[in-house]
Every structure is written in C-alpha cells, then in structure tokens.
C-alpha cells in the first residue's frame, strides 16, 4: 500500500449540492445579463471569467475534486485558467483583424470580371456562340484565346 493515507469516501449534503446548483443558476443570469452589455474590449474577458468560474465549480463540487488530492484540483483549475486565457488571446486577434487589414468584407478586386455580371460581361462569354455554330472557326479559335487569357489571370488586370 501507498505511504499516503487511504482514500476516505465522503458524503455531501444535498444542500451543499443544490447550493451550487443555485449559484450555477444565477452565474447563467450574470452570464445573459453581461451579455447585454456592451464593456467594449471586456466583453469577452468577462464572458471568459465567469465561464472559467462556473466550469471550476462544476468540476471542484461535482467532480468531487475539491475534496480528492489538491494538487488535482490545482491542475485542473490551471488548465482551465490557461485555456481561457489562450481562448481570450486567440479571440482578441478575430476581433481586431477589421482594423489591421485593408479589405472588410467587399470584394479584394472590385474590377474583376465575376463581378461584372450586372454588366452582362459575364452573361454574354456563357452564351453560345452563333458563328461557331455557323462555321467561323478562325473567330471561335480568336474568342477562346481571349477567353483562355482572362482565366489565366481569373480577371485580374
């Protein structure tokens, strides 16, 4: 047997149960009522807070972890605390790429020639072309090197 005491099973009231339960209950109204906050760049520090204090009591009361070894408890607690830290870091970099790049969300090259369907540049290169059809293949042969060309570069000029 180990040189640490034997492990003594414990037995919780269920007041100390439905305890947490309640303050799990009104972490979710904080949780909704922070929501409907703006605290600008804390929005997420804060959402992250009480989520990492919310998943801390679950596992501390119900995983019985409070009571088992305390360096457990100590890791698990740390783990949390790093991964919402990173998760916050990670979050803060998606929510400020609009600052940092130049393009939000429009096209990259408005002048390009998918964009110009409205102009019916689009539409009339996918119609059939009638002088093919009749037997120009000099002009057919001219079109498809144009029409090659522009995919090469995908209308980009």
């Keep these: 047997m180990s040189t640490k005491a034997a492990h003594k099973p414990h037995i919780l009231p269920l007041s100390v149960y439905f305890g947490v339960a309640f303050a799990l209950l009104v972490m979710t109204v904080v949780t909704v009522y922070a929501a409907s906050i703006d605290f600008g760049e804390w929005n997420l520090v804060i959402a992250m807070l009480i989520a990492i204090f919310k998943a801390s009591l679950v596992a501390l009361i119900f995983m019985h972890l409070f009571w088992d070894d305390k360096f457990l408890a100590i890791v698990f607690v ?27 969300g429009g096209p990259i090259v408005p002048a390009a020639v998918i964009y110009k369907a409205s102009e ?12 093919a059809a009749a037997g120009d293949s000099a002009q057919a042969a001219d079109e498809e090197d144009t029409a090659a060309s522009e995919d090469e570069n995908w209308g980009f000029e």
């Excluded at 019916?120 to 002088?131: E, I, N, P, R, Y």
């Design 78 to 104: 740390s783990s949390l605390v790093f991964l919402g830290f990173f998760l916050t870091l990670t979050m803060f970099d998606t929510l400020k790429r609009d600052k940092i790049y130049m393009e939000r």
């Design 120 to 131: 019916g540049v689009v539409a009339d290169s996918l119609k059939v072309d009638s002088s």
